[in-house]
């Protein structure tokens, strides 16, 4: 009986550090779309404004966060309250000394959509480009340090997005100037 269930612990904590496992640890830590299977980050966010306001802060934000705005932003549609663009990233390897060289660049894809109150962003079809395009999910199945520190990246870039896209989308405050 005791080394029935001796077998059983064992199998189990085999079963904790399987590389499957991992994967699902992964997948539950960077955001995945059930429906397309890409890794994809979407939040909806309450704001005060209008569809109008919402588009000529996004295209502000958009002019200070991106070197050429012009080129990166595919669809400026102010009546339907969209905005689509596709940008370009760098990737670095780090190896035992801390040198760190470029890996790569990835590529991804973003929408900005305006409604009255609310605003909603996507970022998704995250590839790295090379000879060919590869998709970031292949790092999501692998156990190895490199594709843990490439999706570290893409997740640390995505968060400055957010927190910058955010920021500026906050209504101005006017300052009024003292008449005297």
């Known amino acids: 009986m005791k080394f029935g269930l001796i077998i059983f612990a064992i199998s189990l904590l085999l079963g904790l550090f399987s590389p499957q496992l991992m994967a699902q640890d992964l997948n539950s830590k960077y ?14 966010v309450q704001e005060e404004g209008n569809k109008e306001d919402y ?47 470029d890996a790569g660049v990835v590529q991804y894809r973003f929408l900005l959509e305006f409604k009255e109150g609310r605003y909603r962003y996507t970022l998704t079809e995250f590839v790295l480009r090379q000879s060919s395009k590869i998709p970031t999910e292949k790092w999501l199945n692998e156990n190895n340090p490199q594709s843990k520190s490439y999706l570290k990246q893409l997740d640390k870039f995505v968060q400055t997005w957010i927190i910058s896209l955010k920021e500026g989308m906050k209504p101005k405050v006017e300052k009024n100037d003292d008449d005297w």
């Open 55 to 101: 588009f000529n802060r996004a295209i502000g934000w958009i002019n200070e966060f991106y070197k050429n705005p012009v080129d990166v932003t595919k669809v400026r549609d102010p009546q339907s309250g969209i905005i689509k663009g596709l940008h370009r990233f760098k990737i670095k390897d780090t190896n035992e000394e801390g040198l760190q060289t």
């Open 31 to 44: 955001p995945v779309d059930e429906e397309t299977g890409l890794i994809t980050y979407k939040e909806v």
